[in-house]
């Protein structure tokens, strides 16, 4: 086997002055230049991670809606009906075909159309909005219920157009606030 060998050198001639000088003022710009580099792309780093939801034209066009509360708690989906009522915005129909848009209420956010119920069933959002619930449910698709989420779809195209979530209960924000203020949100986001 061959093998090499290093052979450090046994001296190293001193450093002159002016070139000890020059390196440490060069170390100092060039750390300079990566903290302000690295600073500045904190910004949209920390915008990427909550990006503000955009509403899509057709929300803005639309003036029928269905909704669909898949929460699993009435309270919560009766609050939520009441604030979309009340807010006059959209007509609300029975019927998903007479619908330009589906909001649905759910306990979990639909992440490549799949959905789970409060209850523990899951299933698939198609293209036309119809929730299919799955024969076995998959609880390995979605984390434990913390926050309520509210999806608008467009009718036609299945395609999700906006989301958001809100915490769910507690002392703050009220047990089954959920839904209304999500609803709220959606008003608030509509007037920008």
């Known amino acids: 086997m061959n093998r090499l060998k290093f052979n450090p050198p046994t001296e190293l001639p001193p450093p002159s002055q002016p070139e000890s000088k020059s390196i440490s003022s060069e170390l100092l710009c060039s750390s300079t230049i990566m903290l302000v580099i690295s600073s500045a792309s904190a910004v949209p780093i920390v915008a990427q991670i909550h990006p503000p939801p955009k509403i899509s034209p057709k929300i803005d066009a639309a003036k029928t809606v269905f909704f669909d509360d898949q929460t699993g708690v009435p309270a919560v989906g009766?609050?939520?009906l009441a604030q979309l009522e009340k807010w006059g915005r959209f007509q609300i129909v029975t019927d998903k075909s007479q619908a330009d848009l589906i909001l649905l209420l759910s306990a979990s956010a639909p992440k490549g159309g799949h959905v789970i119920y409060s209850g523990g069933q899951t299933g698939t959002i198609n293209k036309s909005?119809?929730?299919?619930?799955d024969a076995?449910?998959?609880?390995?698709?979605?984390?434990?219920?913390?926050?309520?989420?509210?999806?608008?779809?467009d009718v036609k195209s299945g395609e999700s157009l906006?989301?958001?979530?809100?915490?769910?209960?507690?002392?703050v924000t009220g047990r089954n606030s959920a839904g209304a203020r999500l609803i709220s949100q959606l008003k608030r986001e509509m007037k920008k």
Do not use: C, M, Q
């Open 78 to 80: 009766k609050d939520a």
């Open 129 to 133: 909005g119809t929730i299919d619930e």
């Open 136 to 153: 076995v449910p998959n609880y390995r698709r979605s984390a434990p219920v913390r926050d309520a989420y509210l999806t608008v779809f």
């Open 162 to 171: 906006w989301a958001y979530s809100h915490i769910w209960g507690g002392l």
